[in-house]
């Protein structure tokens, strides 16, 4: 397809588990960022990818929390052993970074629940 | 930095009714600015951005919203809503030169029968 494609779509994990989400960019983009969305906390930015630079890790919210992006194009969080306040809808964007419009194209999220 | 700033978590309304759907931000650049919808158990597409020029920007399904800059607003409004328009409505700024979204925490519209 030609949107930001995430897998997977649901998973269920015991606590202490590591888990890996994938992201698939829109063809082209450059900019690929993850976020965060729990219950009544709104979106909350995780990592954000831009070309070759180094990536902006600023939002991670703890070291079990890594962040991955191959050959500029398919991009995998990792989660290693995962809490229950880990529990959320993890969504990937992605953007061309040299239009300056800042539009971001979102997948439809990896939902994560950490029993 | 920047930061947004949804007052309502929660907006009841009815059918065919008038609503607004507050946002504020805080910069110190220029910014763009964007709402972003979500439907129940999809990701978020983008309504409608201000980017320049004229303040008043639409979307294709009514809804409009105003960039204020002396009050740094930016509130979403529709005339008169539908059934089909719950959903959960972010409000997002960017900085001028900068990358990426800062999301306010979101409204749940919810369209009364």
């Known amino acids: 397809g030609a949107g930001v494609s995430q897998s997977p779509s649901n998973k269920v994990t015991e606590k202490g588990k590591d888990v890996e989400l994938r992201c698939d960019p829109i063809?082209?983009?450059?900019?690929l960022y993850w976020y965060r969305q729990s219950l009544g906390q709104g979106l909350e930015f995780l990592i954000y990818?831009?070309?070759?630079?180094?990536?902006?890790k600023s939002g991670l919210p703890s070291d079990r929390f890594s962040a991955e992006r191959t050959g500029g194009s398919v991009s995998t969080l990792t989660i290693q052993r995962t809490q229950q306040e880990d529990s959320a809808v993890y969504l990937c964007?992605?953007?061309?970074?040299?239009?300056?419009?800042?539009?971001?194209?979102f997948g439809e999220g990896s939902r994560l629940t950490v029993l | 930095a920047q930061s947004v700033t949804q007052l309502d978590s929660q907006v009841p309304v009815f059918e065919e009714a008038p609503v607004e759907l507050r946002c504020n931000y805080s910069?110190?650049?220029?910014?763009?600015l964007f709402w972003y919808v979500q439907y129940p158990n999809q990701g978020l597409q983008l309504l409608l951005k201000?980017?320049?020029?004229?303040?008043l920007v639409e979307s294709i399904n009514g809804f409009e919203a105003e960039f204020n800059k002396s009050q740094t607003s930016f509130h979403l409004r529709k005339p008169s809503v539908h059934i089909s328009d719950t959903a959960e409505y972010f409000c997002a700024v960017r900085g001028q030169g900068a990358d990426g979204l800062t999301f306010g925490k979101g409204t749940h519209l919810i369209i009364q029968p």
């Open positions: 964007a992605s953007s061309f970074r040299d239009r300056d419009t800042g539009e971001l194209f």
């Open positions: 990818f831009q070309g070759n630079s180094a990536p902006d």
């Open positions: 063809s082209g983009h450059t900019a």
């Open positions: 910069s110190s650049v220029s910014v763009y």
């Open positions: 201000y980017l320049s020029g004229s303040t």
